[in-house]
Nanobody, 121 residues
Framework: EVQLVESGGGSVQAGGSLRLSCAAS????????MAWFRQAPGQKRGGVAA???????RYAESVKGRFTISQDNAKNTLYLQMNSLKPEDTAMYYC???????????????WGQGTQVTVSS
């Protein structure tokens, strides 16, 4: 059974930084993608960043240059370093994994429970 557990969310002022972590069990990144999605109240869940088994990455335009996705295969952990945070980054952030390379498409099979990020102005 695949389990994804996010951590690292919290409240921060605009311009600050946070690092999210996603610990994966029952899943190895030998193929496919892992990704971060986010959902603000009243909005659809959208892709933020994704990384494939080779380490290639893709980002949503709104976070390019500010967020960095990475993975530690030895620890089976996915990270999202978020810098220069803006109030519009406020959302629940979800970790996702799939054995297909879905990149920022929302059709991932495995999802975490989410971690809240709140950015105040």
């Amino acid at each position: 059974e695949v389990q994804l557990v996010e951590s690292g969310g919290g409240s921060v002022q605009a311009g600050g930084s946070l690092r999210l972590s996603c610990a994966a069990s029952g899943y190895t990144a030998s193929t496919g993608c892992m990704a971060w999605f986010r959902q603000a109240p009243g909005q659809k869940r959208g892709g933020v960043a994704a990384i494939d088994s080779d380490g290639s990455t893709r980002y949503a335009e709104s976070v390019k240059g500010r967020f960095t996705i990475s993975q530690d295969n030895a620890k089976n952990t996915l990270y999202l370093q978020m810098n220069s945070l803006k109030p519009e980054d406020t959302a629940m952030y979800y970790c996702a994994a799939d054995r297909e390379k879905l990149w920022l498409l929302p059709w991932y099979n495995y999802w975490g429970q989410g971690t809240q990020v709140t950015v105040s102005s």
